[in-house]
């Protein structure tokens, strides 16, 4: 278990605690100091003591370290200079990064001691998690968080390697993380977050392992600054115990960044990105093209209005437009057209749960529309696709290129006809056996 920890030193300010890290770290890893300023607390003959002059560079230099140690450790540990991580935290990430799909990386959040509570600066009112996205990978319940910044990650050698050869890990300048609250995009916080803004890669607190996945923030300086009350922390902890309760979710953008990760998409476009509550979570490194004749998405067109100018092509396509049987056919086969060699369509509300959401024109709030009857009819005659519904979310279609056998369909599709006919005429797919497919 091989490991390296790099550590960036801004100034001498930190230093009481720059020691305290180190001495923690050097138990069970390697470790580089990459510093500003010069360290008289520690050996002059510490060939591990880097300095360098302009502070900016110190979160770009590190990940040239690790650029460099790549095929020489098996975990790698970046860390500010007053988080102290000690082994069972090493121990704790290896062991949810073994239940984990391969884009999700094991976060920590840091906390803070004072005033006789115990607080989550990565965690209020604007730094909350997104309680819609709970996961489960075995024994633990995994939830994003809006904030990616917590001053450290850890990485595999394998996370490793696909950041650098696929996603540009070492390049220089890369924007992560926008702070919403104090509005900074500092190179230190672009450097913890980067991964993630420029990668498929997502980073989840495994909240039911919460204490092994905390760790000390040794400065408690947004504590010692009054930004935390007794009332953040109470709130903290009714979302956990919400979070605690909630059920798995797989719904329609999970399974778009499962895609995404299992065949390292780049280039996504999103049909009907109508106020961005799907295309805002979606990750990809390459274009991001969503259409919406209202608002939502970057262009600002119908879905036919825009295949007719596009000459584009995109790895993933998720459709979720007009929800009206024509106009879905005409959404599938132009996003046929658009689709990459080995790309896959993906298509939301298949399975309406009553006859009265399937009308068109809409008269309930959830609605599907009858985008089944277009999905049934490419059911009957397209014998080179391969078509299945995830059974979650209303429905989740996936289309690709590939042989199916073709059904037999009446002229006059009814709700009638769906309904005594429904796993067979839309091949539904469980949630089980989606994720043997997703893992194969």
Request: overall charge negative; glycine content about 4%.
């Amino acid at each position: 278990m091989k490991t390296l920890a790099v550590i960036a030193n801004y100034g001498r300010k930190n230093i009481q605690y720059l020691q305290q890290v180190y001495k923690a770290l050097v138990n069970f890893a390697d470790v580089i100091i990459y510093t500003s300023e010069y360290l008289p607390e520690f050996p002059r003959d510490n060939q591990n003591i880097v300095y360098l002059q302009n502070y900016q560079y110190l979160p770009y230099m590190t990940r040239i370290a690790f650029g460099v140690y790549r095929y020489e450790y098996e975990y790698f540990i970046y860390t500010e200079n007053d988080i102290l991580i000690r082994k069972p935290h090493l121990d704790a990430f290896i062991a949810a990064n073994a239940v984990t799909p391969d884009y999700i990386i094991p976060g920590f959040l840091r906390y803070e001691t004072g005033n006789n509570i115990k607080a989550y600066p990565e965690l209020h009112k604007k730094y909350k998690w997104d309680e819609n996205f709970m996961l489960k990978y075995g024994e633990y319940r995994f939830v994003y968080c809006f904030n990616d910044h917590a001053g450290m990650f850890m990485l595999t050698k394998t996370q490793l390697h696909d950041l650098i050869d696929n996603y540009s890990f070492l390049e220089h300048g890369k924007y992560g993380f926008h702070d919403p609250v104090y509005q900074k995009n500092t190179p230190k916080v672009h450097h913890c977050t980067s991964l993630y803004t420029h990668s498929p890669y997502r980073r989840a607190i495994p909240v039911s392992h919460l204490d092994a996945f905390s760790i000390h923030h040794l400065s408690n300086k947004y504590i010692e600054r009054g930004y935390w009350t007794l009332k953040n922390e109470q709130m903290l902890f009714f979302n956990l115990k919400k979070i605690s309760t909630m059920e798995e979710t797989l719904n329609h953008t999970i399974i778009i960044q499962d895609i995404i990760a299992k065949y390292g998409y780049k280039n996504y476009l999103e049909i009907g990105a109508y106020k961005n509550k799907n295309y805002n979570r979606i990750k990809v490194s390459g274009t991001k093209v969503g259409v919406d004749p209202e608002q939502g998405g970057n262009v600002r067109k119908t879905s036919n209005q825009f295949f007719d100018d596009n000459n584009q092509k995109f790895d993933l396509i998720f459709i979720d437009g007009y929800h009206e049987e024509e106009q879905a056919l005409k959404d599938i086969y132009n996003a046929l057209e658009a689709l990459n060699d080995n790309g896959i369509i993906v298509i939301h509300d298949l399975l309406p749960q009553s006859e009265e959401m399937q009308r068109v024109p809409r008269k309930t709030k959830e609605w599907t529309g009858n985008v089944w009857k277009a999905w049934a009819r490419l059911r009957s005659y397209r014998d080179d696709l391969i078509m299945f519904v995830v059974d979650t979310d209303y429905g989740v279609g996936i289309i690709y290129p590939g042989k199916q056998e073709t059904i037999g369909i009446p002229d006059d599709l009814s709700y009638d006809f769906f309904q005594e006919h429904r796993d067979e005429l839309m091949n539904t797919m469980s949630k089980e056996n989606y994720m043997e497919w997703i893992k194969s």
